[in-house]
Protein backbone atom coordinates (compact mmCIF):
# COMPACT_ATOMS: atom_id res chain seq x y z
CA UNK A 1 0.00 0.00 0.00
CA UNK A 2 1.23 3.37 -0.75
CA UNK A 3 2.42 6.44 1.47
CA UNK A 4 -0.58 8.30 -0.03
CA UNK A 5 -3.12 6.19 0.57
CA UNK A 6 -2.53 5.37 4.41
CA UNK A 7 -2.46 9.79 4.34
CA UNK A 8 -6.19 9.70 3.02
CA UNK A 9 -7.03 6.77 5.00
CA UNK A 10 -5.91 8.46 8.37
CA UNK A 11 -7.51 11.68 7.23
CA UNK A 12 -10.89 10.06 6.69
CA UNK A 13 -10.31 7.98 10.05
CA UNK A 14 -10.34 11.38 12.13
CA UNK A 15 -13.00 12.51 10.18
CA UNK A 16 -15.30 9.96 11.19
CA UNK A 17 -14.18 10.37 15.08
CA UNK A 18 -14.85 13.99 14.85
CA UNK A 19 -18.58 13.32 13.50
CA UNK A 20 -19.18 10.20 16.48
CA UNK A 21 -17.70 12.95 18.96
CA UNK A 22 -20.41 15.48 18.23
CA UNK A 23 -22.90 13.14 18.26
CA UNK A 24 -21.78 11.11 21.22
CA UNK A 25 -24.45 11.11 24.02
CA UNK A 26 -23.26 13.67 26.10
CA UNK A 27 -22.54 16.48 23.34
CA UNK A 28 -26.52 15.77 21.69
CA UNK A 29 -27.92 16.07 25.31
CA UNK A 30 -25.60 19.30 25.84
CA UNK A 31 -27.06 20.63 22.52
CA UNK A 32 -30.58 19.58 22.98
CA UNK A 33 -29.95 21.66 26.85
CA UNK A 34 -28.63 24.99 24.90
CA UNK A 35 -31.70 24.88 22.52
CA UNK A 36 -34.07 24.34 24.78
CA UNK A 37 -32.86 27.39 26.96
CA UNK A 38 -32.34 29.43 23.88
CA UNK A 39 -36.12 28.47 22.91
CA UNK A 40 -37.22 28.79 26.37
CA UNK A 41 -35.88 32.66 26.27
CA UNK A 42 -38.00 33.69 23.15
CA UNK A 43 -41.07 32.07 24.35
CA UNK A 44 -40.45 34.39 27.22
CA UNK A 45 -39.31 37.41 25.43
CA UNK A 46 -42.53 37.07 23.14
CA UNK A 47 -45.10 36.56 26.51
CA UNK A 48 -43.65 40.07 28.01
CA UNK A 49 -44.03 41.67 24.90
CA UNK A 50 -47.72 40.31 24.51
CA UNK A 51 -48.01 41.35 28.04
CA UNK A 52 -47.06 44.99 27.87
CA UNK A 53 -49.12 45.39 24.25
CA UNK A 54 -51.98 43.96 26.35
CA UNK A 55 -51.03 46.02 29.40
CA UNK A 56 -51.31 49.38 26.72
CA UNK A 57 -54.41 48.32 26.09
CA UNK A 58 -56.36 48.11 29.07
CA UNK A 59 -54.55 51.50 30.31
CA UNK A 60 -52.70 49.83 32.62
CA UNK A 61 -49.06 51.17 33.14
CA UNK A 62 -46.54 48.25 31.96
CA UNK A 63 -44.38 47.04 35.19
CA UNK A 64 -41.42 49.91 35.10
CA UNK A 65 -42.80 52.09 33.46
CA UNK A 66 -45.34 55.36 33.44
CA UNK A 67 -48.90 54.64 32.21
CA UNK A 68 -49.29 55.92 28.71
CA UNK A 69 -51.59 58.90 28.17
CA UNK A 70 -54.72 58.41 25.69
CA UNK A 71 -54.65 60.07 22.98
CA UNK A 72 -56.72 63.16 22.12
CA UNK A 73 -58.21 64.02 18.92
CA UNK A 74 -56.99 67.62 17.34
CA UNK A 75 -59.47 70.53 17.59
CA UNK A 76 -61.14 68.31 20.02
CA UNK A 77 -63.06 71.69 21.31
CA UNK A 78 -64.65 72.57 17.85
CA UNK A 79 -67.20 71.37 15.57
CA UNK A 80 -67.62 69.33 12.59
CA UNK A 81 -68.62 71.52 10.12
CA UNK A 82 -71.22 68.32 8.15
CA UNK A 83 -73.15 68.51 11.69
CA UNK A 84 -73.87 65.71 13.96
CA UNK A 85 -76.87 63.43 12.14
CA UNK A 86 -75.33 62.79 8.75
CA UNK A 87 -75.53 60.03 9.24
CA UNK A 88 -79.38 60.23 9.01
CA UNK A 89 -79.15 61.01 5.58
CA UNK A 90 -80.93 58.70 2.75
CA UNK A 91 -78.17 56.89 0.99
CA UNK A 92 -81.17 57.60 -2.40
CA UNK A 93 -79.90 56.61 -5.94
CA UNK A 94 -78.70 59.81 -7.60
CA UNK A 95 -79.97 61.75 -11.19
CA UNK A 96 -79.37 59.90 -14.17
CA UNK A 97 -76.43 61.63 -16.06
CA UNK A 98 -77.52 59.81 -19.20
CA UNK A 99 -81.69 60.87 -19.04
CA UNK A 100 -83.58 59.40 -21.56
CA UNK A 101 -81.17 56.69 -22.62
CA UNK A 102 -82.75 53.79 -20.72
CA UNK A 103 -85.45 53.98 -23.30
CA UNK A 104 -85.00 51.96 -26.46
CA UNK A 105 -86.04 53.63 -29.75
CA UNK A 106 -88.09 52.66 -31.86
CA UNK A 107 -86.34 53.07 -35.34
CA UNK A 108 -82.23 53.21 -35.42
CA UNK A 109 -81.10 56.52 -36.71
CA UNK A 110 -80.22 57.51 -40.19
CA UNK A 111 -76.44 57.35 -41.10
CA UNK A 112 -77.15 60.12 -42.62
CA UNK A 113 -77.39 62.09 -39.51
CA UNK A 114 -73.92 61.98 -39.66
CA UNK A 115 -72.98 65.64 -41.76
CA UNK A 116 -68.77 64.98 -40.87
CA UNK A 117 -65.97 63.70 -38.24
CA UNK A 118 -63.53 64.28 -35.95
CA UNK A 119 -60.39 63.33 -35.01
CA UNK A 120 -59.24 64.09 -31.70
CA UNK A 121 -55.38 62.83 -31.01
CA UNK A 122 -54.10 62.72 -27.14
CA UNK A 123 -50.48 63.04 -26.46
CA UNK A 124 -48.51 64.48 -22.95
CA UNK A 125 -44.76 65.51 -22.59
CA UNK A 126 -44.00 61.69 -23.87
CA UNK A 127 -45.71 61.42 -26.75
CA UNK A 128 -46.07 65.17 -28.30
CA UNK A 129 -43.54 64.55 -30.87
CA UNK A 130 -45.27 61.38 -31.87
CA UNK A 131 -48.85 63.64 -32.08
CA UNK A 132 -46.26 66.56 -34.04
CA UNK A 133 -45.27 64.29 -37.16
CA UNK A 134 -48.86 62.80 -37.23
CA UNK A 135 -50.43 66.31 -37.42
CA UNK A 136 -47.97 67.11 -40.26
CA UNK A 137 -48.05 63.83 -41.82
CA UNK A 138 -51.85 64.15 -41.98
CA UNK A 139 -52.10 67.98 -42.86
CA UNK A 140 -49.72 67.09 -46.06
CA UNK A 141 -52.01 64.32 -47.30
CA UNK A 142 -55.54 64.94 -46.52
CA UNK A 143 -57.74 68.04 -47.30
CA UNK A 144 -59.24 68.21 -43.05
CA UNK A 145 -59.76 71.29 -41.06
CA UNK A 146 -56.87 71.56 -39.04
CA UNK A 147 -57.49 72.96 -35.16
CA UNK A 148 -55.21 74.60 -32.33
CA UNK A 149 -52.24 72.74 -30.78
CA UNK A 150 -53.95 72.41 -27.24
CA UNK A 151 -51.21 72.02 -24.47
CA UNK A 152 -54.44 72.25 -22.03
CA UNK A 153 -57.12 70.43 -21.40
CA UNK A 154 -59.86 72.01 -23.53
CA UNK A 155 -63.49 71.70 -23.66
CA UNK A 156 -64.57 67.76 -23.08
CA UNK A 157 -60.93 66.70 -23.50
CA UNK A 158 -59.22 65.96 -20.51
CA UNK A 159 -55.81 66.12 -22.27
CA UNK A 160 -53.77 68.10 -24.24
CA UNK A 161 -54.88 67.27 -27.83
CA UNK A 162 -55.26 68.55 -31.18
CA UNK A 163 -58.19 68.00 -33.76
CA UNK A 164 -59.00 67.67 -37.35
CA UNK A 165 -62.32 68.06 -39.13
CA UNK A 166 -63.07 65.87 -42.27
CA UNK A 167 -65.84 65.23 -44.42
CA UNK A 168 -67.80 62.54 -44.67
CA UNK A 169 -66.09 61.39 -48.35
CA UNK A 170 -62.65 60.95 -46.84
CA UNK A 171 -64.00 58.49 -43.80
CA UNK A 172 -63.12 55.20 -46.05
CA UNK A 173 -59.66 56.46 -46.13
CA UNK A 174 -58.77 58.51 -43.54
CA UNK A 175 -59.70 55.96 -41.04
CA UNK A 176 -57.51 53.23 -41.88
CA UNK A 177 -54.93 55.76 -42.29
CA UNK A 178 -54.86 56.56 -38.95
CA UNK A 179 -55.09 52.90 -37.44
CA UNK A 180 -51.89 52.33 -39.27
CA UNK A 181 -50.14 55.71 -38.73
CA UNK A 182 -51.78 56.00 -34.78
CA UNK A 183 -47.95 55.87 -33.46
CA UNK A 184 -49.71 54.09 -30.50
CA UNK A 185 -51.69 57.53 -29.45
CA UNK A 186 -54.72 57.59 -28.19
CA UNK A 187 -57.37 58.95 -30.86
CA UNK A 188 -61.02 59.70 -30.62
CA UNK A 189 -63.04 59.54 -33.52
CA UNK A 190 -66.60 60.81 -33.65
CA UNK A 191 -69.09 61.94 -36.04
CA UNK A 192 -71.02 65.04 -36.56
CA UNK A 193 -74.99 65.15 -35.30
CA UNK A 194 -77.54 67.22 -33.93
CA UNK A 195 -76.48 65.51 -30.39
CA UNK A 196 -73.34 66.35 -29.39
CA UNK A 197 -73.39 65.09 -26.09
CA UNK A 198 -73.79 61.71 -27.37
CA UNK A 199 -71.32 62.22 -30.73
CA UNK A 200 -68.62 62.36 -27.81
CA UNK A 201 -70.20 59.64 -25.33
CA UNK A 202 -72.03 56.97 -27.72
CA UNK A 203 -71.35 57.45 -31.11
CA UNK A 204 -67.29 57.78 -30.69
CA UNK A 205 -64.71 55.37 -32.02
CA UNK A 206 -61.54 54.83 -30.64
CA UNK A 207 -57.94 54.03 -31.95
CA UNK A 208 -55.49 52.33 -29.67
CA UNK A 209 -57.44 52.72 -26.15
CA UNK A 210 -59.97 54.88 -24.69
CA UNK A 211 -60.13 57.91 -22.20
CA UNK A 212 -62.55 59.43 -20.29
CA UNK A 213 -63.95 62.43 -22.37
CA UNK A 214 -65.81 65.47 -20.03
CA UNK A 215 -69.11 65.58 -22.49
CA UNK A 216 -71.82 64.79 -19.84
CA UNK A 217 -72.95 68.39 -19.94
CA UNK A 218 -72.83 68.79 -23.14
CA UNK A 219 -75.88 69.92 -25.23
CA UNK A 220 -78.18 66.67 -26.03
CA UNK A 221 -79.84 68.40 -28.73
CA UNK A 222 -78.56 70.93 -31.01
CA UNK A 223 -80.63 72.69 -34.48
CA UNK A 224 -79.56 71.66 -37.92
CA UNK A 225 -77.60 74.52 -38.56
CA UNK A 226 -75.61 73.95 -35.40
CA UNK A 227 -74.76 70.63 -36.53
CA UNK A 228 -70.71 71.12 -37.47
CA UNK A 229 -69.83 71.97 -40.59
CA UNK A 230 -65.97 71.62 -42.52
CA UNK A 231 -64.07 73.63 -43.92
CA UNK A 232 -60.53 72.89 -44.73
CA UNK A 233 -57.74 74.83 -44.28
CA UNK A 234 -55.24 73.04 -44.94
CA UNK A 235 -53.89 72.26 -48.80
CA UNK A 236 -52.88 68.60 -49.52
CA UNK A 237 -48.82 68.53 -51.04
CA UNK A 238 -47.95 64.78 -50.43
CA UNK A 239 -49.67 62.24 -52.46
CA UNK A 240 -50.97 59.47 -50.45
CA UNK A 241 -49.45 55.98 -49.71
CA UNK A 242 -50.74 53.14 -51.61
CA UNK A 243 -49.38 49.88 -52.29
Do not use: C
Not at 94 to 114: F, H, K, W
Request: hydrophobic share 35%; net charge negative.
Amino acid sequence: MSKSSDTRRSAEAETDQDWADLLSPGRRNLLVGSGLAVAAGLVASAGGAQAQAQAQAQGRAPRGGAAAAPSTPRNATGRSPWGYETYKEPAAQPVSVRPGEQTLPSLPRAYTDIKSYHAHIYFDEDTYEKAALLRKWATERFPVELGNWNLEPRGPHVTPSFYFGFSNELLPTLVPWLQLNSLGLTILLHPNTNDPRADHLYYALWVNRAQPVNAYSMASHVSDDRIEVIFPNVTPSVPLETT
